[in-house]
């Protein structure tokens, strides 16, 4: 059995960026051929991969790209929030959103396929799957590109928002970007907004109002009183600017002659159901098993 050193783990670890203790027990099966170690680690992280792809991502990052008039937004999912502060995960993130500024890959599949840190998307997203132990995805994407401005806002690394604006003033741009983050808008105007939306709020105002005992005539006017109110609340446009309630952000646009023509919003983990373990059921399943055994 020939001797595995500290020297060989970190040699090992350099080329194949697993973990310590993988690289250690894949020298010991190899009994110290680092070739054979590297091929055994890389099945071992294929395995480890295709084992994580059926869990749930929901937590995760949001990262911004603005570059010549072409920006992106992109959310990439992991399973943990503790993951999500990962260095090397963040610098993945990184890449990627640089190659849909550049690249423009139509989706998520074509992404995959693009070279990056010389190989592709999709081997360092695996590589990174077998190295962190979770799974890690690339959910979804926004892409502007236009002769107009380009700004991005992020806060933290949850929410995200990319604009497309016209202005001589910059802040301008920043400004709605943050307020957007702030705010959450459904939509730019009011004109904008989904109608299943709208119908769903109908649905509530209908029954809200149907309990007042009000004559028919004042119950529809109480509903579209609040179908206009949520149209206002919910559009860019006619809510009130965060940095100066006494303005909407259409008259705060005006003012700087300028106008915002489209924005994207992302928020980590919208619309994921996240898994809800119970751990006392979990840790009681475990004591009944090993009775069992």
Do not use: W
Request: aromatic content about 4%; charged content about 25%.
């Amino acid at each position: 059995m020939a001797a595995i050193t500290a020297s060989m783990v970190a040699e090992l670890r350099a080329k194949t960026d697993a973990p310590m203790m993988e690289c250690k027990k894949a020298l010991t099966e190899a009994d110290g051929d680092m070739a054979r170690a590297e091929e055994l680690l890389r099945v071992k992280l294929g395995n480890k991969a295709s084992k994580a792809a059926s869990r749930v991502t929901a937590e995760g990052i949001i990262v911004a790209h603005v570059e010549g008039g072409v920006g992106a937004l992109v959310e990439l999912n992991c399973e943990t929030d503790f993951v999500a502060k990962n260095d090397d995960f963040l610098a993945f993130g990184k890449g990627v959103a640089e190659i849909f500024v550049k690249q423009n890959p139509a989706d998520v599949a074509t992404l995959s396929a693009l070279p990056l840190e010389s190989t592709t998307v999709d081997a360092v997203r695996l590589a990174l799957v077998g190295k962190i132990g979770e799974n890690l995805s690339i959910r979804r994407f926004e892409r502007f590109e236009s002769a107009n401005k380009i700004a991005s806002y992020l806060h933290g690394t949850r929410i995200g928002v990319l604009i497309e604006y016209t202005g001589a003033d910059e802040q301008v741009g920043k400004d709605v970007a943050m307020h957007i983050a702030a705010m959450k808008p459904v939509s730019l105007s009011s004109n904008d907004v989904p109608v299943d939306l709208i119908a769903k709020e109908r649905s509530i105002a209908e029954q809200k109002a149907a309990e007042s005992g009000k004559p028919a005539e004042i119950v529809a006017k109480m509903v579209e009183g609040s179908i206009q109110k949520y149209l206002k609340e919910v559009s860019l446009l006619n809510q009130s600017f965060v940095k100066n309630d006494k303005q909407t952000i259409e008259q705060m646009l005006t003012a700087a002659n300028a106008s915002v023509q489209k924005f994207a919003l992302f928020v980590v983990g919208e619309g994921i159901e996240k898994r809800q373990d119970d751990f006392a059921a979990e840790v009681a399943a475990q004591v009944a098993a090993a009775k069992q055994s």
